[in-house]
């Protein structure tokens, strides 16, 4: 199985890329796009700022590419915040593929929000074997409220999506590579030969 982290210069790819290794899985750095259309799983990591972080996928047509993908397609953290509609941070317009607009924590809550919270009503396949309020690591300032394509929850001064799918598009707002044991298996259960369905 050919597994590729897309490699835009705003991931935390070194970090997802050695939690994949300890799970047993190998996977190619790339932002070719060949590449990426020739994987059987696909990972968009994020780390840092909206506007920026588009500008950089534009830059390399990753923009246009990413939203016609038919494999499996992880985003995590602000991969997940840009495969949304528009996200307050820059005014930033996303790839459009979640329907859902990326919101700011209001001014009374302590951002960004970082550190372990809990996931609750978690659906589909990508979250099998995961308990209930399990605790996963998140840090972020901004959020995607709920909605119809919301496939777990978090609290944090408001009830938002901390995963989100479509099709064959997921994305995860908390960081899996960072969320222990819990992670790790959220990691296997999307890396598993038969991709989880959305429900």
């Not at 994020?46 to 985003?75: F, H, N, Y």
């Not at 978690?122 to 496939?151: D, K, M, N, W």
């Given at each position: 199985?050919?597994?590729?982290?897309?490699?835009?210069?705003?991931?935390?790819?070194?970090?997802?890329?050695?939690?994949?290794e300890r799970l047993g899985y190998d996977a190619v750095l790339s932002y070719d796009a060949e590449e990426i259309k020739a994987a059987d799983k696909i990972i968009f990591p994020g780390?840092?700022?909206?506007?920026?972080?588009?500008?950089?996928?534009?830059?390399?047509?990753?923009?246009?590419?990413?939203?016609?993908?038919?494999?499996?397609?992880?985003?995590?953290?602000?991969?997940?915040?840009?495969?949304?509609?528009?996200?307050?941070?820059?005014?930033?317009?996303?790839?459009?593929?979640?329907?859902?607009?990326?919101?700011?924590?209001?001014?009374?809550?302590?951002?960004?929000?970082?550190?372990?919270?809990?996931?609750?009503?978690?659906?589909?396949?990508?979250?099998?074997?995961?308990?209930?309020?399990?605790?996963?690591?998140?840090?972020?300032?901004?959020?995607?409220?709920?909605?119809?394509?919301?496939?777990?929850?978090?609290?944090?001064?408001?009830?938002?999506?901390?995963?989100?799918?479509?099709?064959?598009?997921?994305?995860?707002?908390?960081?899996?590579?960072?969320?222990?044991?819990?992670?790790?298996?959220?990691?296997?259960?999307?890396?598993?030969?038969?991709?989880?369905?959305?429900?």
């Amino acid at each position: 199985m050919k597994i590729v982290i897309i490699d835009y210069g705003a991931g935390n790819i070194q970090s997802i890329k050695f939690a994949l290794e300890r799970l047993g899985y190998d996977a190619v750095l790339s932002y070719d796009a060949e590449e990426i259309k020739a994987a059987d799983k696909i990972i968009f990591p994020g780390v840092g700022e909206a506007s920026s972080a588009m500008r950089k996928l534009k830059a390399t047509g990753l923009d246009k590419l990413i939203p016609e993908l038919t494999q499996p397609v992880l985003g995590i953290c602000l991969g997940m915040q840009l495969m949304c509609r528009r996200s307050e941070e820059g005014n930033t317009t996303g790839l459009g593929i979640f329907d859902v607009d990326v919101l700011h924590f209001n001014n009374k809550l302590k951002v960004p929000h970082i550190g372990w919270n809990r996931i609750k009503e978690l659906q589909t396949a990508l979250f099998e074997g995961i308990a209930e309020r399990e605790f996963v690591y998140l840090v972020h300032s901004y959020y995607a409220p709920v909605c119809s394509e919301t496939i777990a929850k978090c609290d944090y001064g408001v009830n938002y999506s901390s995963a989100l799918n479509k099709d064959n598009f997921y994305g995860v707002q908390f960081h899996p590579e960072k969320s222990s044991s819990a992670g790790e298996k959220i990691l296997g259960n999307f890396l598993a030969p038969q991709p989880p369905k959305g429900e």
